[in-house]
């Protein structure tokens, strides 16, 4: 265990992510608001708060390992709490007035003490015999380490706050973290190193190497494998070989003379041997868990694992059996075969979902930390029938109340921190480094197994079996002979605005003598090949068809490559089939999805390889896009980084209620992930309820309403007291859609930096702009719109540049270049000017 506990004190980020490596952290009950319990923290309770036994529980089964209660509490929660959850906090002057029941009903106290008076804390040690004893200073002054040396040696553990750590070099105000982590250890080696173990996350042994001080403070400080070398010196794990290591945590052994450190290893593996680990390879899950990750990724045609990927039915039957036949199992070498074969099965389930066996741990690792248990009761499908008891009345079973409000969270910047304010601009976290190694396998198996591989992919994910992925034009006439004429005339109207607008966007060639003589061009050339993502699923979306198609073909695009999932039957909806023929696509690749992505980026034999890949999609689409785009092999561009949907409206005493309700609905059902904010102007109570009730009334009677229910208690209201204010909080958010349901709202528009798009005044809702006005809907998300433009008839051209000097002019320009060339002393360019001028002196 680490010799000192952190108390979080501070808000420095870079310092926590570093505490977190190196063991537990104790927080103080101020800094939680129910939602945001650190794993495995120690909390501890403002003692001026009422007392509150139900949320003390709340934070432990939230995975706090304990909670610190003041002295004055304990004799209330002792008994209800488990002891190996409670520590109690004491001033050091009354510790020895603590009585025996409250000792043995606590696993440990906390002791205020001013000094680090070694012999004071000795006695308290020795007073409290078995119990846990840890030290929280009350002084302002840091430890030295051999302050820490001394209470370790007296079983004693510090609880240092924040503000006396840092990660710069040890001062008289603060102490570096990992002078303080190490200042127990001693290593018995002459040359002073620790033999270190590293494992990775499910503790399976990865091989013993050796560390420093040094390489111990880098590795808290980077979050990486670095180990001392005893022949080469600091060895960052991975630095040529590119198997590096995330480090998850670091512990001293019991005898504080050697450390284990805990990884995340990627790469070919641990040893140099290209082997998982030194001490051969990995056996029991860890092994299965590569063995199924490989299938998943390349399973041969044919074999009996990939079937179960493949078949999700097969996989729940065989679940189910097996389950059952270990239920029946009675002798140990058949409980042991049939829960193998379970393990088995289970863990393919787990592996198609993207779930690891340390997933699985650390869920295990939470649920034990629960206080609150369930009754543990089967569910009534798996229980025997007994035998039938003599007929009783039924009782009425509850039901959630179907009348309950759909409404939105509500902050006021008026009476908010700037801290709070910063939190309210914030979306939901993206992680893309574990959705980007989730789609990889993906990926690889599209750019090495090509068609085959994309219709594997297509008959798992699509539920379609096809021959070709491929349709090229002239595409059959049945391909949109189901399509209802109004679709087909609006389809063609949208067509028409989106043209015309997009077809203004290009632009006029550029020419500008610079100085007489010197003539500098830009002009404008179309990127030769793109491919335009449109979703498919349980949605038709024929717009995005048009607003990635339109700009491409405006732009002159060679190929047109559009990518959608097909239907069940193998074909493309009749709508999305019209929208590529009015576009002009010279191709409909049928596949979705991260295989999507792949065709395009790398080609196969029958898909064409693009330059650029525009359009939106769910994070497997995002993430591949990602991915792509930083592979060499690929060469491959994209739009813009994608995230969920987002609206802000900006409404003032002039905006109808009704009119802002269905222009946060309108977003709001787009799924439950959905960014919705409605920033009100000076607006009374009155109205903004009269807003939220609309927002209630208008989603029960739309048909997704069940994705409202969860998207809109998620979304927000911000009240500010002014326009000058909403307008600022609109450019700090910088949303996807921006809607103003203002006084004079045109006038208002120049104030706008950060939008994708605006939506001006009450009458101009997003849905149009959505369809059918002329401007795009593929726009910047999660923030983007600070730095990405939406897309436009630009996106699919990149612009050339050309100079053209006469003999004069290069006569005037000549000298200028030929000194800013020597100047960077490089004489090839000087010379290649000076052989011109030399040249017509000579004329």
């Known amino acids: 265990m680490s010799p000192f506990l952190p108390l979080l004190d501070g808000e420095d980020d870079v310092l926590l992510a570093s505490l977190s490596r190196i063991g537990p952290v104790v927080a103080p009950s101020s800094r939680l608001d129910g939602t945001n319990v650190p794993l495995h923290s120690l909390i501890l309770v403002d003692h001026t708060t009422t007392l509150d036994v139900d949320e003390l529980i709340a934070w432990l089964d939230a995975g706090a390992d304990k909670v610190i209660i003041p002295l004055s509490w304990a004799s209330n929660v002792i008994g209800i709490i488990p002891s190996e959850r409670l520590l109690v906090l004491l001033d050091v002057n009354n510790f020895s007035a603590v009585s025996d029941r409250i000792t043995s009903g606590v696993s440990g106290v906390v002791v205020k003490a001013p000094t680090y008076e070694i012999d004071l804390i000795s006695s308290i040690s020795k007073f409290f015999g078995k119990t846990s004893v840890h030290v929280l200073p009350t002084n302002t002054a840091p430890p030295s ?71 111990v403070k880098e590795s808290i400080l980077s979050g990486k494998g670095v180990y001392q070398s005893r022949k080469h010196g600091l060895w960052r794990k991975g630095e040529t070989s590119g198997a590096t290591q995330d480090v998850v945590g670091i512990r001293v052994d019991c005898d504080s003379d ?202 798992k994910f699509d539920r379609t079996q096809l021959d070709s992925v491929i349709l090229r034009p002239p595409f059959a006439p049945e391909a949109t002979a189901a399509l209802d004429p109004a679709v087909r005339a609006a389809i063609d109207a949208a067509y028409a605005n989106v043209k015309k607008f997009h077809a203004a966007q290009l632009d006029v060639p550029l020419a500008v003598e610079t100085m007489p003589g010197v003539v500098c061009r830009r002009f404008a050339r179309p990127i030769a090949r793109v491919g335009l993502y449109v979703p498919g699923g349980t949605a038709v979306l024929p717009s995005t068809a048009l607003h990635l198609g339109v700009p491409a073909q405006v732009a002159g695009c060679r190929e047109i490559v559009l990518a959608t999932p097909p239907r069940p039957d193998g074909s493309i909806s009749p709508e999305v089939m019209y929208a590529a023929q009015l576009v002009g696509a010279s191709a409909v690749l049928k596949a979705g999805g991260a295989q999507a992505v792949a065709a395009l980026a790398y080609g196969t034999a029958t898909v064409p390889k693009v330059d650029k890949i525009f359009g939106p999609g769910n994070q497997w689409v995002t993430a591949a896009k990602m991915l792509v785009q930083n592979d060499t092999d690929a060469l491959v561009s994209i739009d813009m980084p994608a995230g969920p949907s987002e609206v802000l409206v900006i409404a003032d005493h002039t905006a109808n209620p009704a009119f802002v309700a269905a222009d946060l609905l309108s977003q709001a059902e787009h799924g439950v992930d959905s960014q919705v904010v409605l920033v009100s102007v000076a607006l009374d109570d009155a109205t903004i309820d009269a807003i939220e009730a609309e927002v209630d009334k208008q989603a029960r009677a739309l048909s997704r309403v069940d994705i409202l229910r969860e998207s809109i208690p998620k979304s927000l209201i911000v009240k500010t007291a002014s326009v000058t204010e909403a307008i600022a909080f609109s450019n700090d958010y910088a949303p996807e859609h921006l809607i103003l349901h203002l006084e004079d709202a045109p006038s208002h528009v120049a104030a706008i930096d950060n939008a994708g798009s605006v939506f001006v005044g009450s009458y101009t809702p997003e849905s149009c702009g959505d369809y059918a006005s002329g401007t795009n809907h593929t726009l910047p998300t999660n923030g983007y719109a600070r730095q990405f433009s939406g897309v436009n008839t630009l996106s699919f051209q990149k612009h050339l540049t050309s100079q053209e000097i006469t003999p004069d002019g290069l006569k005037e320009l000549g000298p200028i270049v030929a000194t800013l060339a020597d100047c960077e002393g490089l004489s090839a360019h000087a010379n290649a000017v000076r052989i011109r001028l030399q040249a017509q002196g000579a004329q």
């Open 145 to 215: 380490p051999g302050n820490i040396r001394e209470l370790k040696g007296v079983s004693a553990t510090l609880v240092l706050p924040c503000s006396l750590l840092t990660l710069e070099a040890s001062s008289a105000s603060q102490i570096n973290i990992a002078d303080a982590f190490l200042a127990p250890l001693t290593s018995d080696r002459p040359d002073g190193l620790f033999p270190t173990v590293v494992c990775d996350e499910t503790g399976h042994s990865l091989g013993l190497v050796y560390s420093s001080t040094e390489s």
């Open 258 to 459: 050697s450390l284990e450190f805990c990884v995340v290893q990627h790469g070919a593996g641990f040893c140099h041997l290209d082997r998982g680990s030194c001490f051969g390879e990995l056996k029991g899950l860890p092994a299965l868990e590569g063995v199924l990750a490989a299938r998943l990724a390349s399973a041969p045609e044919g074999s009996y694992t990939k079937r179960l990927f493949n078949d999700a039915s097969l996989l729940q039957s065989k679940i189910m059996e097996e389950a059952d036949e270990l239920c029946r199992a009675e002798t140990q070498d058949d409980v042991a075969f049939e829960a193998a074969d379970l393990v088995y099965f289970a863990l393919t389930k787990c592996v198609a979902a993207g779930v690891s066996v340390a997933d699985i741990e650390r869920s295990l690792d939470r649920k034990a930390l629960r206080v609150t248990r369930r009754p543990g009761n089967a569910k009534p499908q798996f229980v025997k029938p007994a035998p039938t008891p003599a007929p009783q009345a039924a009782k009425p079973t509850p039901t959630a109340d179907p009348d309950a409000l759909i409404r939105m969270r509500t902050s006021d910047l008026a009476t908010i921190s700037a801290k709070e304010r910063a939190a309210l601009l914030r979306r939901p976290v993206l992680r893309s480094d574990e959705m980007i190694a989730k789609v990889k396998p993906i990926v690889d198996a599209v750019r090495v197994g090509g068609d085959a591989a994309l219709i594997e992919l297509t008959a």
